[in-house]
């Protein structure tokens, strides 16, 4: 699956997936995202891992 983080809030962020269309976001806590991650950065997720892309 492939996402964008849309906003982040604190210790959430929130994504929107790219590869299906949804108006839906994810809120996913950053602990399990790359420390890297800004509004905007592209990921993907497989094998219950968050990747840049």
Not at 3 to 28: N, P
Request: proline share 2%.
């Amino acid at each position: 699956m492939y996402y964008e983080v849309v906003t982040i809030d604190g210790d959430y962020a929130h994504l929107k997936r790219t590869d299906v269309e949804t108006d839906d976001l994810k809120i996913v806590a950053r602990a399990l995202l790359p420390a890297e991650i800004n509004e905007g950065t592209k990921l993907k997720y497989e094998a219950l891992q968050y990747e840049i892309i």
